[in-house]
T-cell receptor, first 116, second 111 residues
Framework: KAGVTQTPRYLIKTRGQQVTLSCSPISGHRSVSWYQQTPGQGLQFLFE???????NKGNFPGRFSGRQFSNSRSEMNVSTLELGDSALYLC???????????????FGPGTRLTVT | QKEVEQDPGPLSVPEGAIVSLNCTYSNSAFQYFMWYRQYSRKGPELLMY????GNKEDGRFTAQVDKSSKYISLFIRDSQPSDSATYLCAMRGDNFNKFYFGSGTKLNVKP
């Protein structure tokens, strides 16, 4: 069974540009979560999607947005990039929503975004 | 104050040593506690999961949760160089769908 895939793996952008990252969850998984990982802040939750609907959102500005398609693939978009957006962006998929009993999140390898 | 605090290390130990990794947290509503291992240039992988207080053992790994102290630990026995990685703790509550992660502790096991 293929794991979570993320594209691209590496990206370099300049301030002010926008970027779109893609995540394909494990086959059959319908919940996709996005995280930002930086050395200073660690892993921070961005948002979670289930059945094309955003169910939860972290404390990030509106420049960060996402969506999920009917095949469960998800994209996240960052507009007006800032230097502080440089990070590893991780996508995680779950077989069922992250409700009270679910704990299994399978992470992809991440997209390393560098903003110059 | 962060919801979850974790010493970033790095922690360097000789092969065969017992390793103790810890996290503290502030939210008493957290009920689910997890440990992830992250190798360089890879995404985190789930190692251990515990619910509420208590211990859980899996091979060389033991996870402990002390809810009264808001403190969780991961012990690695007979550490191996292949255990060298960053270890992340994570937690969430019954009514939350969001995971809260520690910043990770970098472990180096020297042969």
């Amino acid at each position: 069974k293929a794991g979570v895939t993320q594209t691209p793996r590496y990206l370099i952008k300049t301030r002010g540009q926008q970027v779109t990252l893609s995540c394909s969850p494990i086959s059959g998984h319908r919940s996709v979560s996005w995280y930002q990982q930086t050395p200073g802040q660690g892993l921070q939750f961005l948002f979670e999607y289930f059945s094309e609907t955003q169910r939860n959102k972290g404390n990030f500005p509106g420049r960060f947005s996402g969506r999920q398609f009917s095949n469960s693939r998800s994209e996240m978009n960052v507009s007006t990039l800032e230097l502080g957006d440089s990070a590893l962006y991780l996508c995680a998929s779950s077989s069922i929503p992250t409700d009270m009993s679910s704990y299994e999140q399978y992470f992809g390898p991440g997209t390393r975004l560098t903003v110059t | 104050q962060k919801e979850v605090e974790q010493d970033p290390g790095p922690l360097s130990v000789p092969e065969g040593a017992i390793v103790s990794l810890n996290c503290t947290y502030s939210n008493s509503a957290f009920q689910y506690f997890m440990w992830y291992r992250q190798y360089s240039r890879k995404g985190p992988e789930l190692l251990m999961y515990t619910y509420s207080s208590g211990n859980k053992e899996d091979g060389r790994f033991t996870a402990q949760v002390d809810k009264s102290s808001k403190y969780i630990s991961l012990f690695i026995r007979d550490s191996q160089p292949s255990d060298s990685a960053t270890y992340l703790c994570a937690m969430r509550g019954d009514n939350f769908n969001k995971f809260y992660f520690g910043s990770g502790t970098k472990l180096n096991v020297k042969p």
